[in-house]
């Protein structure tokens, strides 16, 4: 008898014990959405669905589990046009929002990033944007490399598993495949250390959907190294740890949850790796997805902790609930089954908000369970970078520099044949040296100023300015002694001479 979509989607979502190795599949490449997929035919923009009647709701599904109809609620227009207008202003302004308004940033993702400029958003939340552009022409490079065979037939087989209800990705070798292949591929050139892992592929298809190839593979690069890093290495080791570190949080959340989940030996890892690994991407419904996502973009990796923590505290946070769980089975289908009211965006956005985790809970925990680590399996295998949680800190870490994006000008000298100096340039050089040393006096005099603010008890703000104008100072004097070492060498450049000074004390980049 022939399965129902939903039957073959339920069935396609199934976790592996270990969704990473070069043959195992999230579902059975024989069963599954094999058959049905390609009764679909070619690309839908061309040739339409099979079944004409069904409709495409505004995020591109045409079925499944994420399909939303016409269910939701929509923005009003005049307060999507708000928003966008604020967003731009940001996007357009990002280095001073970071720096100075990032609490503002925050607010706003929570509320959620308009439509349109999400993608964009992204590329600038995770650091992708500042990637791409101090790599460029690498994607390129990668993208025409013929990459490592071992890992190209299990990329392929994973391609057609990864949402078969978008439209994007529902013909068999259609634009979205292609793409999806050409960033994994890259992927496993970019870091043969790591390869390719399941897990990468919905992650690459969720950002497929909102920017070009090139783009994406920037911001599932960042989203690797910086927000997720060790989990997609072989061995799964960071998911393992993030595990322990997720129970003994629970801890403090639902204690009914903790030990019912003890008391039947139902490791985290059994539940929580599609979780974590794929961000929920293929577990909540998708308008929740791209909240979450916004969140996680701005905030880091305890948003996807959150999430976790309050489907097990709704889940299995009570006696009552916990009746029909007598068992290690029964709960492992409560949790592939989790009611649909607590993963509807209005209540889990609100529940992810308010629930008091912070990142440094994170970290404080991650040092116990790294130690309890050691004692029980030795060191980490594969010993990823550190976690960066959330945009800010990807921003101090990796500073958009602005200089490093144009091009510097430099000086071009071309100095005459040297000859005795005559009559003429020794006047000038007297006068040069009696400005100099006019000069020097005044400089005097300012330094004694600094000197007595330092002394005294100075404000941060008269501290700044002190050090600023120290720092000018020596610029000053560096230029004075290239004019005077230009002078003895008898160099007629008195246009140069002028740039030169003027440049100094603008704290330019030539010297």
Known sequence: MKKSREDEMSTASETAVNPRGTTESLADPDTGL???????GSDSEINGFANEDQKIDKYGFVGG??????????????????????WLDMLNNWDKWMAKKHKKVKLRCQKGIPPSLRGRAWQYLSGSKVKMEQNHGKF??????????????????????????????????????QDLYRILKAYT??????????????????????????????????????YLPGYYSAGLEAVQLDGEIFFALLRRISTAAHKHLNKYKIDPILYMTEWFMCAFSRTLPWVSVLRIWDMFFCEGVKVI???????????????????????????????????????????????????????????????????????????LKYKPPPRLHGAKAINEAEPHSHKAL???PSIVIQSPALSPPSSDSSRSSKKDKKSTKEEKKK?????????????GSAPDETKRIMKDEQHNLQSVDITEEIKQSMLKKGTQLQQSEQSLSSEGTEQDTYL
């Not at 939701?72 to 708000?82: A, F, T």
Request: aromatic share 8%; charged share 30%.
């Open 34 to 40: 094999r058959g049905d997929v390609s009764s679909l």
């Open 406 to 408: 144009v091009q510097m």
């Open 443 to 455: 400089l005097d005099k300012k330094t004694g100023k600094v000197e007595s603010i330092a002394n």
């Open 305 to 379: 902790f959150r999430v976790g923590l309050i489907l097990l505290k709704y889940t299995l946070g009570s006696s009552e609930k916990l009746k029909k769980c007598q068992g290690q089975y029964e709960t492992m289908e409560k949790l592939r089954s989790i009611d649909p009211r607590y993963m509807q965006e209005g209540f889990l956005v609100r529940e992810v908000i308010e629930l008091p985790i912070t990142e440094r809970e994170i970290e404080k925990e991650h040092l116990i369970q790294l130690k309890k680590w050691k004692e029980m399996h030795g060191d």
């Open 65 to 86: 589990a994420q399909y939303t109809g016409e269910l939701q609620p929509e923005i009003p227009p005049e307060v999507l046009r708000q928003r966008e207008s604020k």
């Open 189 to 226: 050139i970019y870091r043969p250390e790591e390869g390719y892992c399941q897990a990468q592929a919905p992650i690459a298809a969720v950002l497929l959907m909102h920017m070009p190839a090139e783009q994406a593979f920037w911001c599932l690069v960042q989203i690797c190294e910086k």
């Open 140 to 177: 390129v490079e990668m993208d025409q490399s013929p990459g490592d065979p071992k890992w190209l037939d299990v990329i392929e087989r994973d391609l057609h598993r990864q949402f078969p209800f978008h439209e994007m990705f529902i013909a068999r070798g259609g634009h979205g495949q």
